[in-house]
């Protein structure tokens, strides 16, 4: 799947199997932000965070970050992230994805 260079993820459970995969896809296809919504999404968020870190993306020059957005809307959140991408000179294409 091809993800947008921004991500919202309505949070899996932090244990879910497929969270590594996500996040393995989402360097890969060189995504700058994941915006986390949804229960325990701080938890999802410092999951992803270690995912990150453990792979050595974050010393390979990857620039993924990572966001959590506890009791916020999808428009909220989407406007963050358009917020964060016009002060970054990045595309604000965004994408909901649920796993």
């Not at 949070?11 to 199997?17: E, L, N």
């Not at 919504?37 to 270690?50: A, F, K, N, S, Y």
Request: charged share 20%.
């Amino acid at each position: 799947m091809t993800y947008s260079p921004i991500v919202i993820l309505h949070a899996p459970p932090y244990t879910s199997h497929k969270l590594a995969a996500f996040v393995a896809e989402c360097v890969s296809r060189d995504v700058r932000l994941i915006c986390v919504v949804g229960p325990d999404c701080e938890r999802v968020h410092d999951v992803i965070d270690e995912l990150i870190v453990a792979d050595g993306s974050s010393s390979n020059g990857h620039n993924l970050m990572t966001t959590w957005h506890t009791n916020e809307t999808i428009a909220q959140v989407k406007k963050f992230a358009e917020q964060y991408a016009s002060g970054n000179a990045m595309p604000n294409d965004v994408q909901e994805i649920t796993l």
